[in-house]
C-alpha cells in the first residue's frame, strides 16, 4: 500500500467476486494506493480467496443475493468512509489512479462522490465510441453519504446526497473472457431486468419489441459513431441490440404468465 499525506483521507477498496483466480490479481494491483481492500466473495471454488488475500485483502464470504446487496454489503465493511468500488474484471488505469491520487490529498474538497468513465476491451480492441464509451460510473464516494441503493439489484448504480465531480483517466474494463461468455451473461441479465421490470408493473407492448431493440443498434452504431470501432463495434452493437430483444420479449411472455427460464 502507498502512503499517503497524514491529513489526506483514506480509502477503502471493496470488491465482489465469484470464480476471479484469473482476474482478481490485476484488479488489486492496481489498487495499490488504497489503505484497505475488502473482498466479499459468493463461494468461489478457484484460488480467488487465496490470491487475494495474498495480496492483502480482507476477504468476507457471503451467499450472493443480488449484485446491488453484495456490493453494499462489502460498503457496509469498509473501515473507512471514503471507499472506492471495483469488479474483478476492472483496473485503475495510471492516469485515473493519478486523478484520484490529486482529489484524494486535497481532502476530497467540494464532492461526496465522483464519477469517472470506464474504458472496455472487447475481443482485442478497446471501444472508444458507440454505447460503449465512455459509459461514466459512479465508483469512489463517501459511504456516509451514499452506496449501492434502490431494490433493483441487476445493472445497479451507486448515488449520493451531494455533489458528484468527474475525474480525468479511464477505469479500464475487460467485461468478457469470450464470445459465448457474453451471450450467455446477456441472456441472465435480460432474464433478470425482465423479472426486475415485470414486479414493477412495467409492461411490454408490441411497438417496444419490434422498435426498442432497432434503436439501440442505430442509436450506438451510427448516432454515436460506433461503426468506426470496425468489426469489434459492429458485433458490439448487435449483441446489445439483442440483449433488449431478449428483455422485451421475456416481459412480454411473463406478461402473458409464461415462464422464461
Avoid at 480509502?11 to 490485476?26: K, L, P, S, V
Wanted: positive net charge; hydrophobic residues 40%.
Amino acid at each position: 500500500m502507498n502512503t499517503s499525506p497524514p491529513t489526506a483521507p483514506p480509502i477503502t477498496a471493496c470488491i465482489i467476486t465469484f470464480n476471479e483466480a484469473d482476474r482478481i490479481g490485476d484488479c488489486l494491483a492496481s489498487l495499490d494506493f488504497c489503505a484497505e481492500i475488502v473482498v466479499v466473495d459468493s463461494g468461489s471454488t478457484d484460488d480467488t480467496r487465496k490470491i487475494a488475500e495474498a495480496a492483502g485483502a480482507r476477504v468476507l464470504v457471503r451467499p450472493f443475493d443480488g449484485f446491488r446487496s453484495q456490493k453494499q454489503f462489502a460498503v457496509d465493511q469498509s473501515t473507512h468512509p471514503w471507499v472506492i468500488c471495483l469488479d474483478a474484471d476492472e483496473r485503475v488505469s495510471p492516469e485515473l489512479r493519478a486523478s484520484i491520487l490529486a482529489a484524494r490529498d486535497a481532502g476530497f474538497a467540494g464532492a461526496d462522490g465522483y464519477r469517472f468513465a470506464r474504458l472496455s476491451e472487447y475481443f482485442g480492441k478497446f471501444l472508444r465510441r458507440g454505447n460503449a464509451y465512455p459509459d461514466r460510473v459512479l465508483r469512489l464516494f463517501d459511504r456516509r453519504r451514499g452506496g449501492w441503493r434502490g431494490d433493483r439489484e441487476i445493472h445497479e448504480a451507486a448515488s449520493v446526497d451531494g455533489a458528484v465531480k468527474t475525474l480525468a483517466g479511464d477505469l479500464i474494463h475487460y467485461p468478457y473472457r469470450s464470445l459465448m461468455q457474453q451471450l450467455q451473461k446477456t441472456e441472465r441479465y435480460a432474464r433478470m431486468m425482465a423479472e426486475h421490470e415485470f414486479a414493477r408493473g412495467k409492461r411490454a407492448s408490441l411497438g417496444k419489441l419490434i422498435l426498442s431493440p432497432a434503436w439501440r443498434f442505430w442509436r450506438g452504431y451510427v448516432f454515436r459513431l460506433g461503426f468506426l470501432d470496425g468489426w469489434h463495434g459492429l458485433v458490439y452493437a448487435y449483441v446489445r441490440a439483442n440483449y433488449v430483444r431478449q428483455k422485451t420479449i421475456m416481459l412480454w411472455m411473463l406478461e402473458r404468465g409464461q415462464r422464461v427460464e
